[in-house]
């Protein structure tokens, strides 16, 4: 790596840099700088300290928004690893061996392909495809049969306290095939022989489950966390499009983005916006942390 | 990197064992074979429950995309009495499902290929040169990945404003590559580590220029690492709702598909076109199923590709 590297090494990062400085990195610093003022976009912005934290402080909305992620941040990745878990574990290791070869149950191919598609589709689609699954009325999906049944419909997103329910279950319905998938080829890299010794000492599927598997995993699974943790943080596409009025009913389902974005460009209050934007950023960082720190134990060698 | 290629052989030709009567079961004892057996069964059924949530809402969606708002509530379950293909004509103009369609083609058409092309670029340098502030420039771009994107998301509106960007797609495809890169450069960067450096050397020897070299020699080398990452890139940009509902507010003749798609449903009233909103549904899944059943593995492949070191 001789002659004339600076000029190449400059032209090659000079427009990457750029771009990421300009788009990225200076809105990032600006956002903790818009945050110590009271700007509303017309006049020039006024520094107010750290008034907008303290009106965080008592704001509901912005609580009700904190009490959803909690909520999000403990049942989505619960139910999503959970079923991932279990169904991962029929389609690499449920079916029968033989010649050492761990086996999936009949079908492993067709079933990952189907689970995993949800992955492929925009989440703003999938939450106007929901908003006809939970139609509240013989239009939609499943009250159609309810009512056809003879039941009353269930009011998916209009009862308060179903409706963040309903949101939760469709982004597991979307993440568990990604997970199904990320789950197989952490448990293909375990080897055969493992499972192999533990059933000629008696071991029955629930205990490979739990003695073999799940120890080996323990990364992936790690992983799994902070990524669920991290969507649970975001959930701005499904709480915008599916719930009643953005975050309704009544505030019932609304996230940080969704009150970062109305104060921002519904409310014209800037400041106020982006104070709570931080107050997110500090939020996720706190969770990547803890995760980390509290899930942290050898990894076992194999 | 792919998931895929290391597992076993999907036994696809073994039929599922239920009720061999020369199993140990029969001589009265609870061994682990029933045991396994009842397991195996159970979790049968769970994945074909799994798999019937997942492909109902879909197909039933496709079906009411050819009803008309009568069938749709008085029949919801059946299939539509005769296929009524000018809901799709409703969707693609009047809806203009269409131009959105585009959009989003044109869009993430350009901001894919600028990614690709400045993230394999600075991943490259950064992963293969030596020279002062290289770590310092690697870290200010991995950093990004750490960040929400709603923090920035009040400044980043008026930069792209104050550069009179606002409700343009150049704007979007700058904002789309600058938030792509992080990922793209972490990624690439790693795998240009990975090609032998043998091979370079010979070029510059051969006389070959630094330039030269990248795209003649290392991008085509780099191409299993290039494809992963442009699937991720594509996926994720072609899915995003928030950036353009941010940047392209005010010029609806601009908005990108899940835009244009949450909107007709958000502001559906009591007069909505329920059957143009299920074609509108049905035009934005079925590309995607289409081209996840043409590349399967390699999306799997690429969207797994950051959490699979």
Redesign the interface.
Known sequence: ??H???P??I???F???T??V???????A??FQ?SMTNWRGLSAPQWVGFDNYRRLLDDGSFWKAVQHHGVLLLALPLITIA?AL??SF???V???SSGG?????????????????????????I???????YRP?????IN??LM?LGFDPVLFLIRPNLALWSIIAVLV?QA???YV??F???M??IPGEIYEAAEMD?????TLFFRVTLPLLWD?LQ??WV?LG?AA??A??IV??LSVDGGGPDGATTV??ME??RN??VYSK?GY??AM??A??FL??TF?ALTLRLTKRESVEY | MN?QS???P???A????TGDPGAPGGRGRKG?RS??RL??GL??I??AV??V??????L??FL?AFKNTTE???S??TLPAELRWENFGRAWTTARVGRYFINSVIVVGCSTFGTML??S??A???A????WGNRA?YY??VS?L???V????????F??KNLGLLDTHTGVV??Y???S??FT?FFLAAFFKTLPSSVAEAG?IDGC???RL?FQVMMPMAKPGLISVAIFNI?GQ?????LP??LL?NAKDKWV???G??D???NAGYEAD?SG??AA?TI??LP??I??AIF?RQ??AG??SG??K
């Open positions: 790596m001789r004339g590297k600076y190449f090494v032209g090659f990062l427009a990457p840099v771009l990421y300009v788009f990225v990195i200076a809105p990032y600006q956002a818009i079923i279990f169904f029929l389609l690499n449920g079916g029968k070869q761990r086996q999936g149950v009949w079908g492993a191919k067709f079933y990952r392909v189907v689970f995993f598609f949800p992955q492929v589709l925009a989440v703003a689609i939450a106007v495809l929901f908003q006809m699954v009325n013989e239009s939609g999906l159609g049969v056809k319905w568990v095939g990604f998938v990320l197989s080829a952490g293909a890299s008696g071991a029955t599927k629930v992936t992983v799994a990524y991290i943080f975001d701005f596409a915008a499009v940080l983005a970062i974005y921002a460009f800037y916006a982006s934007g931080v997110l950023f996720t960082l990547a | 998931p290391t597992l076993p999907t036994p696809a073994l039929p599922p064992k682990p045991e396994a397991f195996t979790g049968h769970a994945l799994w798999a949530i997942v492909i109902v809402p879909i039933w969606t009411a749709i509530f008085s919801p379950w400045l993230g670029m600075a490259y340098v950064l293969r040169y030596k020279f420039i200010l771009f990004g750490a960040f929400p709603f923090l920035a998301l009040v400044p980043l509106f930069v792209v700058l904002v590559i600058a938030y890169l992080p450069i510059l220029g630094h330039t990248f996926i072609w899915a995003q709702y928030q509902l941010v507010s598909l899940t835009q798609i949450a007709i449903s958000v329920w909103l299920f549904l934005a899944i995607m199923i081209v996840y399967q999306i799997q969207l797994t959490a699979v």
